[in-house]
C-alpha cells in the first residue's frame, strides 16, 4: 500500500517524501502542492460563472419594459388630442337677407310670384326708327312665374317707373319697336303660369345704372328695384 507521505519523483520516478524540496536520488526540485489554492481557484470560477448567469436573468427582465412604457404613453397622447385641437363648433346659418334691390339674372319672390331681370340690350334703332341723336333704346326683358292661385296682371306703363343716373325715363314706344319677336310687357298671367315680355326706354349713349322700380297690383303697398349698369 502506498505510503500518503511519499510521491514519485517527476523527473527520474523514484519515491521522495513530500516534504522534500529536491529529489535525493537526481536532485532535481520538487514543487510543493497548495490544495488551499486550488479550493480558492475553484471557488473564484464558480462565482464567475454564476454572475455571468445572474447578468443574463436581469438582461432579460429589461425587455418587457419597452412595450409596458408605450402602453402607458399611448392614453396620454389620446387624452390630450381634444385639448390641443378641439372640434370647431358648427357654423350657425347666417339669416336671410331681406334684399330690396335686385341685379341682372336675380329673381324677386312674394306671396308665390318671382319676377326678374332676364337681360339689358342696347339698340341703335333701324332704318326707320332711330333714337335721339346722342341716346340708345334700351331694351329690358323680364320674366314673371305666377306660382299663386290666382291671376295677376302685369302692366308696361302702371307698373313699371325707370330711373337713368338717377334722372327720370320714360316708357318709349320706339324702343318697343326693336322688341323684335319677343312680347310687350302687358297682359295677365294665369296661375301656375310663365310670362316673359320686354319693357323698353330711351337713354343717354353713355347711361351709367339704369334702375326700374316694379309695381304690381298683387304687392299691394310694396314695390321691387331692379338694378342694370353699364360698363
Given amino acids: 500500500m502506498k505510503n500518503n507521505k511519499m510521491k514519485n519523483c517527476k523527473a527520474c520516478g523514484a519515491e521522495v517524501a513530500k516534504s522534500a524540496k529536491s529529489c535525493p536520488h537526481c536532485g532535481a526540485k520538487l514543487k510543493k502542492s497548495h490544495p488551499i ?22 438582461a432579460k427582465k429589461v425587455e418587457p419594459s419597452t412595450p409596458t412604457e408605450s ?27 331681406n334684399k330690396n334691390a ?36 334700351v331694351l329690358c326683358e323680364f320674366e314673371i312665374a305666377n306660382n299663386s292661385n290666382k291671376e295677376i296682371t302685369v302692366s308696361s306703363v302702371l307698373s313699371f317707373e325707370a330711373y337713368c343716373d338717377d334722372y327720370t325715363c320714360n316708357f318709349s314706344l320706339g324702343a318697343l319697336l326693336e322688341k323684335g319677336n319677343k312680347n310687350q310687357l302687358d297682359g295677365n298671367v294665369a296661375a301656375g303660369k310663365k310670362f316673359n315680355g320686354v319693357i323698353g ?7 351709367k345704372e339704369l334702375e326700374i322700380i316694379f309695381t304690381p297690383d298683387f304687392w299691394s303697398g310694396k314695390d321691387i328695384t331692379f338694378i342694370a349698369t353699364n360698363g
Avoid at 402602453?71 to 378641439?86: F, G, L, Y
Avoid at 341682372?104 to 308665390?112: D, F, I, R, S, Y
Fill in 37 to 58: 489554492l486550488a479550493v480558492v481557484l475553484v471557488l473564484v470560477i464558480l462565482v464567475a460563472i454564476i454572475g455571468s448567469s445572474g447578468d443574463d436573468d436581469e
Fill in 71 to 97: 402602453v402607458e404613453t399611448t392614453p396620454e397622447k389620446e387624452a390630450e388630442t381634444p385639448t390641443e385641437n378641439p372640434e370647431p363648433a358648427p357654423e350657425q346659418p347666417a339669416e336671410k337677407e
Fill in 102 to 137: 335686385f341685379y341682372v339674372g336675380e329673381t324677386a319672390e312674394l306671396k308665390g310670384v318671382n319676377v326678374a331681370l332676364v337681360s339689358v340690350t342696347e339698340s341703335t334703332g333701324s332704318a326707320f326708327n332711330t333714337p335721339t341723336e346722342g341716346n340708345v333704346f
Fill in 201 to 207: 326706354y330711351e337713354v343717354p349713349a353713355d347711361w
